[in-house]
Structures are given as C-alpha cells and as structure tokens.
C-alpha cells in the first residue's frame, strides 16, 4: 500500500504541482522554498545535531494554535531544538515572527510526503519528537519515524467531515498509518470517535481539548493580552476610537460584497462608522480594494496609513499579515468569514477572547464544536444568508447592549475551555520525558 501511495503522490505532483506553480506566479502568490519542499534543510536548522522537537502546522491557523504548545515545548524541554514547519506560505509568514522572538529555534517548509525528502529533512532536524497540528497525517513521514525512533504526537486532532468520509474509504491502510503514531490528543469525543473509527488504537486516543482556546488572546487577567492600552497598532487607528466600528475578517471571495451592502445600510444610520476588511489570503488584498471603491466608498490600505493621522477614509483594507488578532479590541461587531460562502468557516476564538459580538454565516463545518458551544452560551449570531447578515450587522451596531451581552458571553466560553496546553503537554512527556 505504501508504494502505490507513493506513486500516486509523485503522479499527482507531476500533472498538478506545474500548473499550481504557474498559477501562482500568475497571481503573484509566492510558492516557498522548493529546495526545503524536497527535505534540502539548511544546517542553521540544527547545526550541533541536537535533539529537536518538530512541531509541524499546516497554515496560519493552525501555527497560530501550535504558539502556546510551542512555548510550552520550550519551557520543559530547553536543551532539545525546537522547529517549526508550515505547509502554506502564508503560515509561513506568521511562524517566522515566532523565530524572531526566539519562540522557536528554526522555521521551515515541511518536505513533500516523498521518501527521499523525508529521509533529507528527518537526518537534518534530527527529532526525538514530531508533534502534528490538527490532522497532518503523512504516511511516508510517520513510517520513517517509527522505524527511527522518533516518537510521535498528533496534537489538536480532529476530522472534519470531508475528511472522515475520504478516510473511512481506506480505512485498512489509515490502519496502519496510523499504528505508526504514539499518540493521538483530540479536541472532543466526538473526534476521538472518528480516529478509532478509521483505525487507531483507542488506547492511544486521549482528548484534551482545543488548543485555539488557549491561542486566543491571553487570559483576561493578563498585561499582555493582544490589543491592550499600550499597543502601538491600536495607537495607529487612534482616528477609529469612538466610532463603531465594523470588522469582515478573513473574507473569501463572494463576501465582501454583501458585507459592503450591509455596510452601506449601517452608515445612512451612522455616518461615522469604519468598515474594515481583512480578506484571508493576500492575493486579494487588490480585489477587496477594488470592490470597496467600485461600490462608492473613500478606501485606504492599512499599509498606508500616515502615522497617527486621520486617513480620511470610511472602509479601511487590512493589506498585512498577522494583525487581525490585535485589532478586535476596537472592533464593534465582527463579521467572521469563509461561512458566508461554503468554506465551512474560519475561527472565531480570537474575537471571542476580545469579548466582540460575532456574526458568522451558515457554514461552520471547520468549527462545529467551538460553534455550537457559542451560540448555546449566547455568544454567537449566525445568519442563514447575505440578507440575515446585514439585518445582524445593523442591528448590533445600534445596540450597545446587545454587543456587551454577545461579547460577554463569548469571553466566558474561551476562559472556561482553556488548558488545552497543559494537558497536551502531558501527554508528550509520556512520550518524551522532560
């Protein structure tokens, strides 16, 4: 099974990986470092040859989930090399501002699932451990760990829907696959059930909760919570302080159109008040510009905003990476994208930690959990479409108190459900002794 994996793989990788790679360059989306792709590391990776721990995320949310693990790792682990992977390279991105904290000691693009690349990059990081975010099961990658040694961990696990109908097909390979994974912490029951239910061994399936609850923000009782007084990003929207302020983040497209209606409607009643978009992916940071002014609004890019001045602008573009999460304290409503189109949802924890009123569409398949817990507590509005959506949005934008009620909630529901780390770190050390 292994070899016709593999063959599939290198076929798939050589009809699609040129035309994805042409597509890219067309939309001026950069493709990340090849060479690392096929397992060519550099030696600053783990230049003594120590023993690293290899915490590896696919994208940004899920890199932004592994932040408290990572931090966790170093605290008890502070002699082994701590290396962070990513998949996309907009996660990328956000693990590097890790590195330049001295979070973690390396950031690099997780090799294809090849067993020459795996061979280069496991010899190269040299890991007594590899943790996996979410679901990153690699056949190749776990195989070459077992028969090393390394010990393995899939932390935050979960399968979504499409996932679990896609594994339950193989479920006689996802068997041995997964026999080759030492443990597996995941976020419910629910997904517990789903990996024994495509093969692994429920002794070793434990939950431990959901670590995007722990990334959310900090703890209320702490100084360094994103978006507190001193931040100097909320001092460059100073001009946004008594204003409301409505916020569509990590849009797709399809949605910022019904935002902006929405949006329309919300200034004939409040003529003060600031739209800002945060589309998902930077390649469309132009198009959601376009579409702001196309539908008559003054727009400017959060990258060219003059310092402390007024920019004279009613729909502000978030056209950077990795200051959406510090920007929802002044945010009056939120507006969660990728579920107003059928995306199944982004997260919605960080808003949740900053205590805004949440507003999502009706998908939410990414996130069923953390979204029925919401709206159960009184914490979350969702709309059954574009229509819903602005009615919500006007709506809470009159109503001071129904905000502070809805972002109440939201906040009691991200403390109580945080610990995630604690109990992932456990387990690892079961793994890897401290």
């Known amino acids: 099974m292994y070899s016709v994996y593999t063959a599939l793989l290198v076929l798939y990788a050589l009809f699609r990986l040129p035309p994805m790679v042409y597509a890219a360059w067309r939309r ?16 600053s990776v783990n230049p003594d040859g120590r023993p690293a721990i290899w915490i590896h995320a696919v994208s940004v949310g899920e890199t932004l989930a592994a932040r408290p693990l990572a931090r966790a790792f170093r605290r008890a682990y502070p002699s082994h090399r701590l290396i962070l992977s990513t998949t996309t390279v907009t996660g990328q991105a956000v693990a590097q501002r890790f590195a330049g904290d001295s979070e973690v000691d390396a950031v690099i693009y997780a090799p294809f699932d090849l067993p020459g690349a795996v061979t280069r990059a496991l010899d190269r990081i040299a890991p007594a451990l590899l943790v996996l975010i979410d679901t990153e099961l690699w056949p190749t990658l776990l195989r070459a760990c077992r028969r090393r040694g390394v010990r393995t961990l899939v932390a935050n696990g979960r399968i979504s829907d499409r996932s679990y109908r896609r594994y339950r097909r193989v479920r006689g390979f996802m068997r041995h696959v997964l026999a080759d ?3 597996i912490c995941a976020q419910t029951d629910d997904w517990r059930g ?13 939950v431990t909760g959901n670590l995007k609850f722990d990334a959310a923000g900090a703890p209320a009782n702490r100084v360094d919570a994103p978006g507190s007084a001193d931040d100097p990003l909320l001092a460059n929207f100073a001009f946004a302080r008594n204003r409301p302020v409505v916020m569509a983040a990590s849009t797709l497209a399809g949605e910022e159109d019904p935002v902006l209606r929405a949006f329309t409607v919300i200034r004939e009643a409040s003529p003060d008040a600031l739209l800002i978009v945060a589309p998902r992916h930077p390649e469309r940071f ?24 007024d920019p004279d602008a009613s729909v502000i573009v978030l056209d950077t990476m990795g200051e959406l999460p510090r920007l929802f304290p002044m945010a ?7 579920s107003l189109v059928p995306a199944g949802g982004h997260n919605v924890l960080e808003p949740a930690a900053a205590g805004r009123a949440i507003v999502v569409g009706p998908h939410m398949e990414n ?3 953390v979204a029925r817990q919401l709206l159960a507590a009184g914490g979350l509005l969702q709309a059954r479409d574009a ?5 919500m949005l006007a709506e809470l934008v009159r109503d001071d108190a129904r905000r502070e009620t809805l972002g109440a909630a939201a906040r009691q529901v991200v403390e109580a459900n945080r610990g995630a780390t604690d109990r992932t770190l456990a387990a690892a050390a079961e793994l890897l002794p401290c």
């Open 367 to 369: 996130f069923p959990q």
């Open 387 to 391: 229509a819903e959506l602005a009615a």
């Open 286 to 309: 132009d198009d959601a510009y376009a579409l702001a002014e196309r539908a008559g609004f003054a727009v400017a890019r959060r990258s060219a905003l003059p310092e402390g001045a």
């Open 28 to 43: 001026g989306k950069r493709t990340g470092d090849v060479g690392q792709r096929f397992g060519r590391l550099p030696a």
């Open 332 to 338: 009056s409503v939120v507006f969660v994208g990728g």
């Open 181 to 183: 994974v030492d443990r």
């Open 194 to 206: 789903r990996f024994i239910d495509i093969g692994a061994d429920p002794q070793r399936v434990t």
